[in-house]
């Protein structure tokens, strides 16, 4: 986390202070998915509490007393002897009934701590990933920028996070988290208060670490409670950063991009965008530490962070200073919906061809060296190749062919590329010609140097040798990638297959509902039968705009027939000059609303004819399904 390391220079400072990181992630993980797990987590134990009238948890020595003078007045009927008032918590403990009172409390609140703090910790997986992996991140960051503080107090600062921050204000104010529900006109009794802020108290010093003492020495008797109870919050907030990385979570890779139907959408306020911006650019250098890091491109795009002004616009001039701050900060807040793009889908590297000749060149040179080894590659290349070195080439040649046959039945959507295959069945003579032509074109882009005897290659194959089996695993896992990309891919293009054909089903009921609806009206007959129009008519109405060939005056002469067919949705048009059917075309009505839809106003029909779309969907519309 950029802001702990750059802003904080002691750890106390999280707890004492209040972070703006930790007031965004908080609030963030109450949201509904947030809320739901928090309502999980101690809805039982809260509403418990309330339901349970019996429970009167006071550990006040003052407010202890005061109740039991009352108490003594009303079942005796008389005055009592004692004062009214006590100034300190230790005169009111001189008392005995007092003590055995608040040790009464004492003994059921740790119990009911102890019960709290159990559920807490076996709804670990309750608790939102976002929270955890924050925690996590919280966690390394502290250890990295404070590396010689103890882990204890590194986990205070979690424990610090996941439960002040997060659980307790849920569990002192339960109604205003809707963590229960409670009536608007009932609330909270001052006794449920009360046993629940006891609770949150006890289970923040379990947090914490902290024994009692001072001026809540009557407490002390929790001491050993919440000592034995931290060592289990500490265990707890270890498995509590146990979470994989965001990559691993969300089973994102570099083809993820290609799988999902539809691009992410995050929702910010324009507040947010721009502290985000202002942030960024701020801590570039430690956000971005590699100086090719395409951060650096997309904020030297961006320019300087604009002002709210620039990109909501200003307040009326009718308004004054303070009104048009507040309208300003008002609209701010206003949240805007942001699809996700990348913008680097297209690699620009000039370098990469050269870099994939350079792959296929080590690996023909390897195939040569295997049959025909030799002191320096060009010492291979220039040596004739005996008819046992050609035999052994010919043999491997054979093994491999023979091995991606195998590989393409196992698995036909994966296997060798097809060039290099072509480039490994040469004879060796061949490969050796091809291997120094590949020599010449890498060294003019300076990847290798004949000087050195091409020592890059050399070096490049010693490598890969010493690192195979750690580049096979890398390539089996690589495998798996693919594979489910491959499956990601076929379940997308089912997804919109299955989108295509319910939209088509869609459109085709509704065109049924639509003649339906038409034979049951009294003018059904007269509407599912044939119109007809003059080309004169239909241009008067301003559907047919211009008739290749003819000119205006001769639009009388042609007869348009205009027929509803069996399958919903589609009409036949047919046209007449001077009484001879010339041309049959079939309209699908919802060809003309995807066109409509794409803006398209002009369409042509039977080649010569233009017609205005929208009158002509207005036409159909008025004169077959009633509209």
């Known amino acids: 986390m950029v802001c702990f390391r750059s802003k904080v220079d002691k750890m106390m400072e999280i707890i004492t202070g209040n972070p703006m990181v930790i007031k965004m992630v908080v609030t963030f993980n109450r949201g509904a ?8 987590i101690l809805q039982p134990l809260v509403k418990e509490i309330m339901d349970d009238k019996n429970i009167n948890i006071n550990t006040n020595p003052i407010d202890v007393y005061k109740t039991w003078i009352n108490q003594q007045e ?32 004492i003994t059921k609140l740790s119990s009911l701590s102890d019960k709290f703090l159990s559920s807490i910790i076996a709804a670990i997986d309750d608790i939102p990933y976002g929270m955890r992996y924050i925690a996590k991140t919280l966690r390394n960051s502290l250890t990295e920028k404070f590396p010689d503080a103890a882990s204890d107090d590194i986990l205070k600062i979690v424990g610090n996070l996941i439960y002040y921050r997060f659980m307790n204000p849920a569990i002192v104010a339960p109604d205003a988290f ?52 931290h ?39 324009v507040q947010e965008i721009l502290d985000t911006h202002a942030l960024l650019m701020e801590h570039e250098e430690i956000v971005a530490p590699e100086t090719d890091d395409r951060l650096h491109e997309l904020l030297s795009d961006l320019g300087d962070p604009p002002s709210i002004q620039d ?40 370098d990469t061809d050269m870099v994939q000749l350079f792959i296929r060149t080590k690996r023909l040179l390897v195939d040569v060296i295997r049959v025909q080894p030799g002191e320096t590659v060009p010492q291979v290349l220039k040596t004739p190749a005996t008819e046992e070195q050609k035999d052994e080439h010919i043999a491997l040649v054979s093994k491999r062919v023979k091995q991606d046959e195998k590989a393409t039945k196992d698995d036909d959507k994966l296997q060798r590329t097809m060039s290099v ?110 119109i007809k129009y003059t080309g004169a008519r239909l241009h008067e109405k301003g559907i047919i705009l211009e008739i290749e060939g003819l000119s205006e005056n001769q639009f009388k002469n042609v007869l348009f027939e205009i027929s509803p067919v069996a399958l919903a949705g589609t009409f036949e048009v047919t046209a007449h000059f001077l ?48 509209k």
């Open 178 to 229: 809707d963590i229960v529900d409670v009536g608007a006109q009932k609330g909270m009794t001052t006794e449920q208060r009360r046993n629940l802020g006891s609770i949150a108290k006890v289970l923040q010093s379990v947090a914490s670490g902290k024994t009692f003492g001072g001026d809540s020495d009557h407490l002390s008797g929790l001491n050993k409670f919440v000592l034995n109870a």
């Open 74 to 105: 009303t079942e005796t009927g008389e005055a009592t002897d004692l004062p009214y008032e006590v100034s300190t918590a230790a005169a009111a403990m001189g008392h005995n009934e007092v003590t055995n009172r608040v040790q009464e409390s």
């Open 231 to 269: 060592e289990r919050f500490k265990a707890f907030c270890i498995k509590v950063c146990d979470v994989p990385e965001l990559d691993d979570r969300f089973n994102i890779n570099e083809y993820s991009d290609f799988v999902n139907p539809t691009k992410p959408v995050v929702y910010m306020s």
């Open 579 to 626: 009484g001879v059917k010339m041309d049959t075309v079939q309209i699908v009505f919802s060809d003309l609303l995807q066109l409509q839809y794409d803006g398209v106003a002009v369409m042509k029909m039977f080649s010569r004819a233009k017609v205005n779309v929208n009158l002509l969907i207005f036409l159909l519309n008025k004169k077959f399904y009633g």
């Open 421 to 530: 295959l072509h480039d490994s069945k040469l004879p060796l003579e061949s490969i050796k010609r091809k291997i120094e032509k590949n020599l010449a074109t890498l060294e003019e882009a300076k990847h290798v140097s004949s000087s050195d005897n091409y020592q890059a290659m050399v070096t490049s194959i010693a490598h890969d040798i010493r690192n195979q089996r750690r580049y096979r695993n890398q390539r089996k896992q690589e495998l798996l990638k693919l594979r489910a990309t491959m499956n990601g891919l076929e379940s997308k293009s089912g997804f919109y297959q299955e989108q295509i054909d319910f939209y088509n089903k869609y459109i085709e009921t509704c065109m049924l509902n639509l003649q339906t609806k038409t034979k049951k009206s009294k003018e059904s007959k007269k509407k599912n039968e044939a």
């Open 33 to 40: 998915k947030g809320q739901s797990s928090l309502r999980s």
């Open 311 to 350: 990109l909501i616009g200003h307040a009326p001039v009718d308004t004054n200073e303070q009104q048009a701050e507040a309208l300003l900060t008002n609209l701010a807040k206003s949240e805007i919906s942001l699809t996700l793009t990348n913008k680097f889908e297209i690699a620009g590297d000039d």
